[in-house]
C-alpha cells in the first residue's frame, strides 16, 4: 500500500512539474516578443484603442453609434455618445435579434444613427438580417480610420428612409 501512494506522489509531482515548465517557456515567448508589434502594446490584439478614438471625434455630441466590435467605443466613449453593441456577445437584445434574423430591425429599434466597425462587419450587419421588417437602410462611408494591418475601420453615416440593406 505504501508503494502504491508513492507512485502516485511521484507521477502527481511529475505532472506538476510538467505544467509549470510549459508555463514558463510560454510565458518566455511572450516576454521576448517584438515591442512594436500590433499584438504587445497598448492597441491589443487587433488595435482597436486608435481607431475607436478616431472614430469617437469624428462623430457629432450625442449620438447613438452601433458597432459589431463594440468594446473600445464603449471605453471610450463620451458620456453623451449612446454605444450599441451588435454582434450579440454582450447584448442578449442584439443576440436574439440575430438568432431571429432581424439584426437591422434592433439597429433601427435602438435609434442608431452611425456604423463604426471593420469593412467585413459592414457586410454582417445585413447577413445577420435576412428576416428584418426594416430593409431600407442606407448606409454612408464618411471617413476611413487608421489602417491597421491591411485593414481598417469605417464610418458609416446610417439613413433609415431608404436605401440598400445594411
Known amino acids: 500500500m505504501l508503494r502504491g501512494r508513492t507512485v502516485l506522489r511521484v507521477a502527481a509531482f511529475a505532472a506538476v512539474l510538467a505544467a509549470v515548465l510549459a508555463s514558463v517557456v510560454q510565458a518566455s515567448r511572450w516576454t ?9 502594446g497598448i492597441e491589443g490584439s487587433k488595435g482597436y484603442r486608435e481607431p475607436a478614438l478616431f472614430a469617437l471625434t ?3 455630441p450625442g449620438t447613438v453609434v452601433g ?15 449612446t454605444v450599441v453593441n451588435l454582434d450579440g456577445v454582450v447584448d442578449r437584445h442584439a443576440h436574439r435579434a440575430i438568432v431571429e434574423g432581424r439584426r437591422a430591425d434592433y439597429a ?6 452611425w456604423f463604426v466597425d471593420w469593412p467585413f462587419n459592414r457586410v454582417a450587419l445585413g447577413f445577420f438580417s435576412p428576416r428584418a421588417a426594416m430593409r431600407g437602410a442606407l ?13 481598417r ?14
Open 32 to 40: 521576448s516578443m517584438d515591442p512594436r508589434s500590433l499584438d504587445v
Open 58 to 60: 469624428a462623430l457629432p
Open 139 to 151: 448606409l454612408q462611408e464618411r471617413w476611413w480610420g487608421p489602417l491597421r494591418g491591411t485593414d
Open 153 to 166: 475601420t469605417v464610418v458609416w453615416s446610417v439613413d433609415w428612409r431608404g436605401g440598400e440593406h445594411p
Open 108 to 113: 433601427h429599434q435602438r435609434n442608431i444613427s
Open 67 to 81: 458597432a459589431l466590435q463594440s468594446g473600445a467605443l464603449m471605453y471610450y466613449a463620451s458620456p453623451s455618445t
